[in-house]
């Protein structure tokens, strides 16, 4: 279990510090961010670790790390997924997984949503394959995990302020290995 843990820290550590596709934060600050908005909004402890990893796949695809730049949907959600599934429970993957869908799925029902979105993520939508349509937005809808997916979606809105204290990656190791042992 630590070692598990000790090894998505490091990688962390050694990707981390890279940019936030286009954002003003860095992915461990962007990850960090999240996480910390799910812990302020009294999220299960399973949504926080999902909010911490939601982007590691942006850590462990074989894209390089401006592939949106040139015009190329890295499938993040689902490199984190394939990972994280084989060491977590699906309250957690599940969730890492779907919340690209979920993006699209807000673009398609909720009208203000796409007006909250960063330039960075508007242009990710539109790689990502646009808003559902209505059919999508019915099969999303039926995932036993969609609205966990939009609460993660919401705390990767959020996780996207520059220069904001949050805690560490240790202040999360605890939640991580509770996570696993569930």
């Known amino acids: ?30 990850m960090l961010q999240s996480a910390s908005a799910a812990e302020q909004d009294s999220a299960p402890p399973q949504l926080v670790a999902a909010a911490l990893l939601h982007d590691y796949g942006h850590f462990i695809h074989e894209f390089p790390a401006d592939a949106a730049e040139h015009g190329i949907d890295t499938q993040h959600e689902e490199a984190a997924h394939a990972f994280l599934s084989e060491h977590f429970g699906p309250e957690i993957a599940e969730p890492i997984r779907m919340h690209v869908a979920a993006k699209r799925y807000l673009c398609a029902t909720d009208p203000s949503y796409l007006g909250e979105l960063s330039p960075a993520s508007v242009h990710s939508l539109h790689l990502q394959g646009g808003p559902y349509s209505a059919e999508e937005v019915v099969e ?43």
């Open 1 to 30: 279990m630590n070692d598990l843990i000790d090894e998505i820290f490091r990688v962390f550590s050694e990707y981390g510090s890279e940019e936030y596709l286009g954002e003003r934060v860095s992915m461990t600050e962007h």
């Open 140 to 182: 999303f809808e039926m995932s036993p995990y969609a609205r966990d997916a939009v609460r993660l979606r919401r705390y990767d809105d959020m996780g996207k302020v520059e220069g904001l204290e949050t805690p560490d990656l240790e202040h999360y190791r605890p939640v991580l290995e509770a996570a696993m042992r569930s």
